[in-house]
């Protein structure tokens, strides 16, 4: 059976999420997540996005696909931001639930991010997004970077590849050995 990820760019279409000096969240997400995608697909592992142009659909629809799809993982990719410019920086994953498989392989991709530069703030527990409890499979929503924080953008822009194999590293440290 082929290991398949779901994966979501935050946001889209009327939606553009945080932004910053013109910057848009949706089209960041939208790009990493195109790249994750591509590094997946080049691994064998089977990729079903829920976006792959500048299109909005709600974060119900969108655990919809993931479900029907039948994926192994879930994996949401944000920006962060904060009320004032580079008040903070850094990366974090959110889940369901702190000691689940979703936990797990959002710390190892954390770990994977601060190699690369970013401050890991770690991973924490959110009941109340969609994107996570209407998902039947483990999920997780990656806040990579805050929007409105200049070092976190240089490190995006700059080590973008790396950033895109730390992360499709991370899904891939989880993949089944059969598959």
Known sequence: MPYTIALDAGHGGS???ASYNGRLEKNDALRLTLAVGGLLENSGVNV??????????????KAQKANESGADFFISIHRNSSMYPNQYS???????????EAARMAETINENLQTIGYVNH?????????VLNRT????????????NNNNDNAIFDSR???????????ILAYRPDNA
Do not use: C, H, K
Not at 90 to 100: A, F, H, Q
Not at 122 to 130: H, P
Not at 160 to 167: K, L
């Open 90 to 100: 850094g990366i974090e994953s959110i889940v369901y639930n702190r000691y689940g």
């Open 48 to 61: 079903v996005y829920t976006r792959t142009d500048d299109t909005y659909d709600s974060p119900a629809r």
């Open 136 to 147: 039947q499979m483990p999920a997780i929503l990656l806040e990579i970077g805050f929007i």
């Open 15 to 17: 939606n553009a999420g």
């Open 160 to 170: 973008f590849d790396e950033t895109a194999q730390a992360i499709a590293d991370g």
């Open 122 to 130: 770690g991973v924490v527990e959110r009941t109340n997004l969609v």
